[in-house]
């Protein structure tokens, strides 16, 4: 099965072109996503070392690896992968989005390959990846199955994916978008479609027709009281992450 030119949502890139030079504004629009990061970059690097067997406190654990975080939006997880010694590329759709990544990596001494692209024009060019990130992208995209396969295409074989998505259920719904959007106004109205929200069930099911092995799965979960997330095995009722590997 080919994936199609692209599978881009126009309405999506835009709402994320209005909100790019805020990126870095830990207090801004991206303020969810600044409190998460530690918790994302917590199961990334430890999946990354477990699955290519690297030691963390090493000064460069990654060096030698290619790693692509598809929808790099300003570069929160492509410059820690830097730091760590990768060979990053961060892509994405929203083109306003690449030369404030590009100028936070510059002032940040980090040496980043950032490109306005798609996911499918990368795999169509034959590019190749030890790892492919791609973190809150999936219920944005027009076909996930397709962007999904793309995504396949780009990795090595025996290559690691890392998703992260929002999961669809009544607490999802109240969480991520009145939550967020409507009471702690983390984020501007309409960010979030939660027809779009995909169950891990589902994501699985996905994730192996586009021809990936999910290996795990855990839920990323706030804790109001303390502020702050942790990683979950067994709650994966509204943010969840999983990795899957591309066979060898």
């Known amino acids: 099965m080919q994936a199609p030119q692209?599978?881009?949502d126009p309405s999506e890139i835009a709402k994320f072109e209005a909100m790019a030079a805020e990126w870095w504004d830990e207090n801004g629009k991206f303020k969810p996503l600044h409190m998460l990061n530690p918790c994302?970059?917590?199961y990334i690097t430890t999946q990354i070392a477990g699955e290519f067997d690297r030691d963390l406190k090493a000064p460069e654990p990654f060096k030698g690896l290619r790693i692509l975080d598809i929808g790099c939006g300003g570069g929160l997880l492509a410059e820690p992968m830097a730091r760590l010694g990768a060979d990053v590329?961060?892509?994405?759709?929203?083109?306003r989005n690449i030369p404030v990544a590009q100028i936070h990596a510059e002032q940040s001494g980090?040496?980043?390959?950032?490109?306005?692209?798609?996911?499918?024009?990368?795999?169509a060019k034959g590019e190749q990846f030890d790892v492919v990130l791609n973190m809150e992208v999936v219920e944005h995209v027009a076909s996930p199955i397709d962007y999904l396969i793309a995504c396949r295409q780009l990795l090595k074989p025996g290559g690691l994916h890392i998703c992260s998505t929002l999961n669809r259920n009544p607490k999802s719904y109240?969480?991520?978008?009145?939550?967020?959007?409507?009471?702690?106004?983390?984020l501007p109205k309409g960010t979030h479609e939660w027809s779009k929200f995909i169950t891990p069930d589902e994501l699985f099911d996905l994730l192996r027709e586009a021809g990936l092995d999910p290996v795990d799965r855990k839920g990323f979960v706030f804790n109001p009281i303390k502020w702050d997330w942790r990683l979950s095995d067994r709650?994966?009722?509204?943010n969840y992450v999983t990795a899957s590997l591309k066979p060898a």
């Open 235 to 238: 709650d994966l009722s509204v």
């Open 6 to 8: 692209t599978t881009v």
């Open 40 to 42: 994302r970059l917590d």
């Open 89 to 95: 590329v961060g892509a994405d759709a929203a083109e």
């Open 174 to 186: 109240m969480m991520a978008i009145i939550g967020a959007e409507h009471v702690m106004r983390w």
């Open 110 to 123: 980090l040496k980043i390959d950032y490109r306005h692209t798609t996911a499918e024009d990368m795999a």
